[in-house]
C-alpha cells in the first residue's frame, strides 16, 4: 500500500485533542500476518519462556497480556514496526524531521474476568527528557466498548505529566481523582470503535483507558511507539529494563532505536 492520505485536519485534530483515529491504515493482509505472528509469539512465550499461558504474571494478569519488542525477533513484526507508512503518520503528527521507534508491544485483552486498563498517561513510564512521543495502538480485530476498545480525555495532553500509577493495582478513578471536581466535570471521555487494520495515534501525556473484555474472544493490539529524533535519554527504570547503554543525557541513537521516517 502506498502513503496513507493522512490530512492537515487529521494532524489538527491530534494536535488539538492528544488523539486521532485512522481507518483503513493496514491491509485485511496485513492484518492477518500480524495475527498469524503473533499466535506463534503466544505460543512460543508458553514453550520457551516457561510461561503457561495468559494469566501467569502477577498484577497485570487480567488486565492484559503484553509481550514487547516483538520487532526484534518475528519478521512480521519487524516489517510492522518499520512500517513507513505508519512512521510517515507519526512524523506528521509529531511535527518532527523524523522519528525512531522506541518500543512495539502486543496487548492481548483475554475475555473472562477482564480488568479494565485503567486511565494513564504513558509518558511518564518512559524514560526521556522531552515529551512529544507518541503510540500507535493497531487493531487486530474489530474493537468495541463490549471488547475493552481504547478511550481519550480529548485535550488531556495539555494537562502535562502527573504522577505515574501502578496500572495492576490502581482504580478506575486513581488518575482522575486527582483532579478537583470542577475540572473533572470538564473530562469528557470519547470511546474509539473501529475495525481491525484502524489505529488510532494518541500522545504519551494523552489520558487513555480500555474497558474490561466482556466478549467471548480476545482483544488484540499491537502497539508501537515513535519518538521524535532528538529525544534525550533521561534514566528511569521502564518495561524493557536498561538494554539502551545510553547515557544520561545522550540522544538515542543506534539499531535499537531505528529511524522509522524522516532523517
Ligand atoms: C490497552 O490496550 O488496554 C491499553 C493500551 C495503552 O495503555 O496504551
Ligand atoms: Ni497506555
Redesign the pocket.
Known sequence: MEQYPLTEDHVAFFRDNGYVRLDGVLSVQEVEALRVALDVAVEDRRRYEGNEGPRTDPGYAKV?LQMVNLWERYPAFRTHALNPRIGGIARRLARAGSVRLWHDHA?I?YPKDSKP?VW?Q?WVYWPMHETGAL?C?MALDDVTVKN?C?SFIPGSHRLGPCDPIDLGNATEETLLAKFPPEQRKKFLPVAVEMKAGSCTFHDGLTF?Y?GPNTSESPRR?M?TIYMPGGTRYKTLEHIIGDRSGLREGEEFHGPLFPVVAGE
Request: proline share 0%; aromatic share 14%; no cysteine.
Open positions: 492484559f496487548l485483552k486498563t494513564h504513558d503510540s495502538w475493552g481504547m487513555h480500555a493490539a502497539v
